[in-house]
């Protein structure tokens, strides 16, 4: 089995791979140093290149595609899908720093710490009053999987009530609550922090709109770790102006980056971060793992079995 991994590895990681099986073949090489007969013959894939993309599809042994990221919006996947060939996601890898990220953005919005970084770069000691706590407030995960899971606990471990939503009102460790997508507008006015984690598909596109903004408790908070494309901007502006919400936190953007003339840099109910949340010291090791075990998977029984991404649905 030949395995080519657009992924450095380390040393270790590499003798981990080939100690395996005897029959695997594995060779690294950077995206950008790549050339189409780096793909020769190979079987399988960890990561992905989109200089490369025509090449790898259409190479005629591929059969596997590993991404070390949980978006696959990148890839061509109808091509993919065409081929039959399977893919899998880097999904869970950044659960832990996403949720982590996540749960300081309720506890800045509830302890006002993000007015006090901006009072704090004008030199001034101000009250910003009322100050809440999240202990006994609701937050609703919109993309109820693994990042949800996880946060969920921490929610949890904090005193929260947990609702969630996924396309199927299918069962969620640590949610208390769970509802499908189409009781998304009952079900923001539930909470107190409403946090999208929605993928970039083409049914979640302007998910997040005017006609949901109105059904948001007034005072409640928007998060988006998910993908900018899933809210309509100008609506989100627009309902913060007015204050239809009480506030946003955004890690991702449409359009990313966001531009400097954007009216959300100088709200002061608004926090913005360059799309961080996926970041880690700790991704390319988890991401390493999820991709060590499914190789041994799929060598050992032509199939894989963590993260496998439906083709149809895009995650």
């Not at 040393?11 to 950077?30: C, G, M, P, Y």
């Not at 992905?48 to 061509?76: C, F, M």
């Not at 901006?118 to 999987?145: C, M, T």
Request: glycine share 6%; hydrophobic share 40%.
């Amino acid at each position: 089995m030949k395995v080519l991994s657009f992924i450095k590895l380390t040393d270790e990681q590499q003798e981990e791979i080939r100690a395996l099986a005897d029959d695997i073949s594995l060779k690294v090489v950077s995206p950008e140093d790549a050339t189409k007969d780096d793909l020769t013959e190979v079987d399988a894939i960890y990561g992905w290149s989109n200089r490369l993309e025509s090449h790898a599809v259409a190479n005629g042994y591929l059969k596997w595609i590993q991404t070390i990221r949980a978006g696959v919006d990148a890839l061509p996947l109808d091509d993919i899908r065409d081929e039959n060939i399977l893919l899998t996601s880097g999904s869970g890898a950044n659960a832990i720093n996403i949720a982590e990220q996540t749960l300081a953005y309720m506890l800045m919005f509830s302890r006002k710490l993000h007015l006090a970084m901006r009072d704090q770069d004008q030199n001034l000691w101000k009250l910003d009053e009322p100050y809440g706590e999240i202990y006994h407030k609701s937050v609703l995960f919109v993309g109820a999987g693994t990042i949800a899971t996880v946060l969920a606990g921490y929610c949890k471990a904090l005193g929260m009530h947990t609702i969630g939503i996924r396309r199927t009102a299918k069962k969620t460790e640590n949610v208390d609550e769970m509802k499908s997508m189409d009781q998304l507008k009952t079900a923001v006015g539930l909470a107190d922090f409403v946090v999208n984690i929605l993928p970039d598909t083409k049914a979640t596109v302007n998910t997040f709109d005017a006609s949901v903004f109105e059904a948001m408790k007034s005072d409640a908070v928007y998060i988006n770790i998910g993908r900018g494309k899933s809210t309509n901007t100008e609506n989100l502006i627009t309902a913060l102006k007015n204050k239809v919400i009480g506030g946003a936190a955004l890690d991702v953007v449409e359009p990313e980056p966001l531009p400097a003339d954007s009216e959300l840099w100088g709200m002061k109910n608004v926090i913005i971060t360059p799309h961080t949340a996926g970041r880690s010291t700790h991704y390319a090791e988890r991401a390493f793992k999820i991709f060590k075990e499914n190789l041994k998977s799929f060598h050992d029984t032509g199939k894989v079995e963590i993260n496998v991404v439906d083709l149809h649905q895009g995650y």
